[in-house]
């Protein structure tokens, strides 16, 4: 292990204006607000309702909010990684747009796509290219604009997905502060439980796709539920396990916001309190890549310098994953 590690040092956030809650569900497909409640833990989500805006826009909103707080010089970023399910276009990068729209002129730029676990990988990725001393400062975002590929006459998906953007920078740390260890894993096991049928080289957009409405998201969602649970549990106790931390050594758990029972269950098994528990899936649904970074940028004030913080993700493909990462400012 090198003895540079790599913290987060500054965050930022940005979410659309536009909010879509259960109510108005209610009358777009046959759901309710107590299902949707009780079933999610989820109230209302933002929607990037602009149609000239893409992910990209989330994403460099995103920056710019961590650009203006941490009064940072977007010249001095070495690389821009971008975590998304949902780039601006199938080929050109992402990352490429949002990285020259944010000034970050002298950094190179890719994107990262493990579904929900996006921006989990991707912290591991900054991290190392940390480490490894080579780069100095890693703007890391996670962007999505879901409402993109979400078929909102489909119950069985409308209701959970939302649109956002967060992002962190990566710095060396010499006080042993920041990225501790990583579990990270995947599966295809699960590529036909979460996906998109169409539009991808495996199966082309025709008339007929678009018709059939392939080109939005599906999900065999008790099957994911029940892989989801299982997983992020194992992963978040594992992590513990391996650093011999005990439950009172842990201050939060930063976990992907797809489901509070999802989280609730991970945390049981962690045996967290409930106040340690990041929750803001009712005001924002499932954002995918974005919503680890919107929980640290929701409860920024809160972290301590030297705070042991574990990250729990799980997604598509399947893609799972928990990172322990010790807070490295006070705010
Ligand atoms: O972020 C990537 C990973 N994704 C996830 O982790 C999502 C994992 N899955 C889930 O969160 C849950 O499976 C869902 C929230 C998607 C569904 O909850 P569930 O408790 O697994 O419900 P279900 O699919 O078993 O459906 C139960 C019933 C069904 O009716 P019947 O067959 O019992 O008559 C559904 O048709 O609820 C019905 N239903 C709905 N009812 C009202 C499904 N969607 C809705 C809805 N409103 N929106």
């Not at 940072?72 to 070495?78: G, K, Q, V």
């Given at each position: 292990m090198s003895k540079i590690k790599a913290a987060i040092t500054a965050v930022g956030a940005y979410v659309p204006d536009y909010v879509l809650t259960n109510e108005m569900l209610e009358s777009m497909v046959e759901t309710n607000d107590e299902w949707i409640t009780s079933r999610t833990g989820i109230k209302e989500r933002r929607i990037l309702k602009d149609p000239d805006k893409g992910t990209s826009y989330l994403g460099i909103r995103a920056a710019q909010d961590l650009i203006e707080k941490k009064g940072?010089?977007?010249?001095?970023?070495?690389l821009v990684l971008l975590a998304s399910?949902?780039?601006?276009?199938?080929?050109?990068?992402?990352s490429a747009y949002v990285a020259t729209q944010i000034g970050a002129i002298n950094a190179f730029s890719f994107d990262i796509q493990a579904a929900c676990s996006g921006f989990l990988y991707g912290m591991s990725t900054a991290s190392a290219f940390i480490e490894s001393g080579r780069y100095k400062k890693i703007l890391l975002i996670g962007a999505d604009k879901m409402s993109s590929v979400i078929d909102y006459t489909d119950r069985t998906t409308c209701i959970i997905f939302g649109d956002g953007g967060g992002a962190v920078l990566f710095e060396p740390n010499e006080e042993g502060l920041g990225l501790q260890d990583e579990y990270l894993r995947s599966d295809a096991i699960g590529r036909n439980f979460l996906k998109i049928e169409a539009g991808g080289s495996l199966k082309p957009p025709t008339e007929e796709t678009v018709a059939n409405r392939e080109h939005f998201v599906t999900q065999d969602g008790k099957t994911v539920f029940k892989f989801a649970v299982s997983n992020m549990a194992d992963v978040g106790e594992r992590i513990m396990k391996r650093n011999d931390l005990e439950s009172s050594d842990v201050d939060f758990l930063v976990a992907h916001q797809a489901n509070k029972r999802i989280i609730d269950a991970t945390a049981k098994r962690m045996n967290l309190e409930d106040d340690k528990v990041l929750m803001n899936i009712q005001r924002y649904g499932n954002t995918t890549s974005a919503t680890l970074p919107l929980l640290l940028s929701d409860y920024e004030k809160r972290f301590k310098k030297g705070d042991n913080i574990i990250f729990a993700a799980f997604g598509g493909g399947f893609t799972w994953g928990s990172i322990y990462l010790k807070w490295a400012y006070n705010s």
């Open positions: 940072l010089d977007p010249a001095e970023i070495d399910a949902t780039p601006d276009l199938p080929v050109a990068s992402t």
